[in-house]
Nanobody, 117 residues
Framework: QMQLAESGGGLVQAGGSLRLSCRRSESIFGGLTMAWYRQSPGKERELVAS???????EYSVSVKGRFTISRDISKRMTYLQMNELKPEDTAVYYC???????????WGRGIQVTVSS
């Protein structure tokens, strides 16, 4: 069972930056689509950014131009660089992996990001 572990969250002032990291425990034959989701209290979990490894990454409208997803395949790491943070970006952020061959889903435990105004 592959495991995902997020790090890099915390408290930041509006306008600041954070970089989230996601380390996965193993490589998967056929590759993975990596993604970041977030969930705020009382709201559904939403997709923030995804990267299939083929073509351009995709972003939600609310973060496009401010967040960047990237991967270091050799290190089994996925990152989310978050710039120009806003209070509405406050949420628990989850790393997600989906196997390209059979669409199995894996989730990290989540990490809190809090943006103060």
């Amino acid at each position: 069972q592959m495991q995902l572990a997020e790090s890099g969250g915390g408290l930041v002032q509006a306008g600041g930056s954070l970089r989230l990291s996601c380390r996965r425990s193993e490589s998967i034959f056929g590759g993975l689509t990596m993604a970041w989701y977030r969930q705020s209290p009382g709201k559904e979990r939403e997709l923030v950014a995804s990267d299939s490894g083929h073509g351009d990454p995709e972003y939600s409208v609310s973060v496009k131009g401010r967040f960047t997803i990237s991967r270091d395949i050799s290190k089994r790491m996925t990152y989310l660089q978050m710039n120009e943070l806003k209070p509405e970006d406050t949420a628990v952020y989850y790393c997600n992996a989906k196997t390209n061959i059979d669409r199995r889903l894996y989730w990290g435990r989540g990490i809190q990001v809090t943006v103060s105004s």
